[in-house]
């Protein structure tokens, strides 16, 4: 039982180039999100999967688009990466949307943007 | 705008004394308040929910109360070990949807042996 899992841990990208950021769980949950962390500052909300076949936005959503391809998976593409967008970014899950349910995060992606 | 608020600085205790964490928000009144723990590197790992008509929870040697007239939640650690050192975040339910958590930047915890 490996819970939230995500591809790559570390990534250099030039302004300009685009990438995707893979999230996977195998906890049968139902909710994905996507977060980024910047020093001083609280967890961010890119995007969340409230259900398979949902995608909302969420704080910080421009730049950025997802797909949930299925229940287990929640990508994050940046189609054109600029600097403001190094960061380190979270994928979590929980088993319902919503303030009442616990998040399980994943190890994170170092991204940055030269 | 709501907004949480942790202490940026680092807390510094000593080993077996008492840790208290703080988080105030403002501009509403959350239906729940979360706690989790981050190591340097890794993501956050969820330690307490406490509901707002809960005044307070424990878990082994951790305790949340929530002051919901004071808007603030208390986070605390009692025995302390230098295991316990990490970053503590609190999270809260935003307002105007069902789904979004706002999160406090942190407080680092520092025990010393």
């Known amino acids: 039982n490996a819970g939230v899992t995500q591809t790559p841990k570390f990534q250099v990208l030039k302004t300009g180039q685009s990438m995707t950021l893979q999230c996977a769980q195998d906890m049968n949950h139902n909710s994905m999100y996507w977060y980024r962390q910047d020093p001083g500052m609280g967890l961010r909300l890119i995007y969340y999967?409230?259900?398979?076949?949902?995608?909302d936005k969420g704080e910080v959503p421009n730049g950025y688009n997802v797909s949930r391809l299925n229940k287990r998976e929640f990508s994050l593409r940046l189609e054109s990466a600029a600097p403001s967008q190094t960061s380190v970014y979270f994928c979590?899950?929980?088993?319902?949307?919503?303030?009442?349910?616990?998040?399980?995060f994943g190890p994170g992606t170092r991204l940055t943007v030269l | 705008s709501q907004k949480i608020e942790q202490n940026s600085e680092a807390l510094n205790i000593q080993e077996g004394k008492t840790a208290t964490l703080t988080c105030n928000y403002t501009n509403y009144s959350p239906a729940y308040l979360q706690w989790y723990r981050q190591d340097p590197g890794r993501g956050p790992v969820f330690l307490l929910l406490?509901?707002?008509n809960e005044k307070e929870k424990r878990k082994e040697r951790l305790k949340v109360t929530f002051d919901t007239t004071l808007k603030q939640s208390l986070f605390h650690i009692t025995a302390s070990q230098p295991a316990d050192s990490a970053t503590y975040l609190c999270a809260l339910l935003r307002m105007d949807s069902n789904y979004q958590l706002i999160w406090g930047a942190g407080t680092k915890l520092i025990i010393k042996p």
């Open positions: 999967s409230a259900s398979e076949g949902t995608t």
């Open positions: 979590a899950s929980s088993a319902l949307a919503g303030g009442y349910n616990e998040q399980f």
């Open positions: 406490i509901r707002e």
